[in-house]
């Protein structure tokens, strides 16, 4: 079966400093990844997808960028947080093909002071 | 504009009531996807269902039942004899294949549900 993975579970962080959020999935291979930020009583929001390695879309322009090193692992990064960047992320993944259910994580839910 | 609209911000219903959350969509293509997520509090959500647009057959899985009525673009959910473990936020999604970024889930806002004991 099939497991996904993210850390830590939360985070707070000062205003400027760096971030980076791993993402795993377990079970599968080639499976689409997402990134999705929901704010406090809010919707979601998608952040960034990708079909493949080294295959990133953005959907939003912010000060977060993402990574697909391997196959199976997705990293949400930034250089330096805002305190808008506050949020519970939230790592998905899909199997190929735009028909699929998206399947979620446990989530990371961050603050920035 | 493909849209989902989900008018219920919040449902309080007390246990054992039956209680249906509301999902109207906008696309405007005849092939389309529906989805139903719950959001516990400890904020994993959970996939409850995928409906495609051909089959409007209702669906009923233990005490959760799916309306798919697309003559009023609507895809409600049921919870009958609803429990305290059903206290969640519920979202409903749109999938449009003919979407430029066709990955994309179209979201709702969501409902609160609260079942009171």
């Known amino acids: 079966s099939q497991t996904i993975h993210q850390w830590p579970a939360t985070l707070v962080q000062p205003v400027g400093s760096p971030l980076s959020l791993e993402c795993t999935v377990e079970?599968?291979?080639?499976?689409?990844l997402y990134w999705y930020r929901q704010a406090a009583g809010r919707g979601l929001q998608l952040l960034f997808y990708?079909?493949?390695?080294?295959?990133i879309s953005s959907e939003v322009p912010q000060n977060l960028s993402a990574s697909r090193p391997q196959d199976r692992q997705f990293i949400l990064s930034s250089k330096k947080l805002l305190l808008s960047d506050s949020g519970f992320y939230l790592c998905a993944w899909s199997r190929q093909g735009h028909v699929n259910e998206q399947y979620f994580g446990p989530g990371t839910r961050l603050t920035v002071t | 504009a493909q849209k989902v609209t989900q008018a219920q911000t919040e449902i309080s219903v007390v246990e054992k009531e039956d209680v249906t959350l509301d999902c109207v969509y906008e696309?405007?293509?005849?092939?389309?996807?529906l989805f139903w997520y719950k959001q516990p509090p400890s904020g994993e959500l959970v996939f409850l269902i995928r409906?495609?647009?051909?089959d409007e057959q209702n669906e009923i899985s233990g005490r959760y039942s799916w309306n798919f009525q697309k003559s009023t673009s609507s895809f409600n959910f049921t919870i009958t004899a609803s429990q305290v473990v059903d206290s969640a936020v519920y979202f409903c999604?749109?999938?449009?294949?003919?979407?430029?970024?066709?990955?994309?889930?179209?979201w709702g806002a969501g409902t609160k549900l609260i079942i009171k004991p």
């Open positions: 696309t405007r293509d005849t092939t389309y996807y």
């Open positions: 079970g599968t291979s080639n499976p689409n």
């Open positions: 999604a749109l999938s449009d294949p003919f979407l430029d970024s066709n990955y994309q889930l179209i």
């Open positions: 409906r495609n647009s051909f």
């Open positions: 990708s079909v493949g390695i080294g295959q």
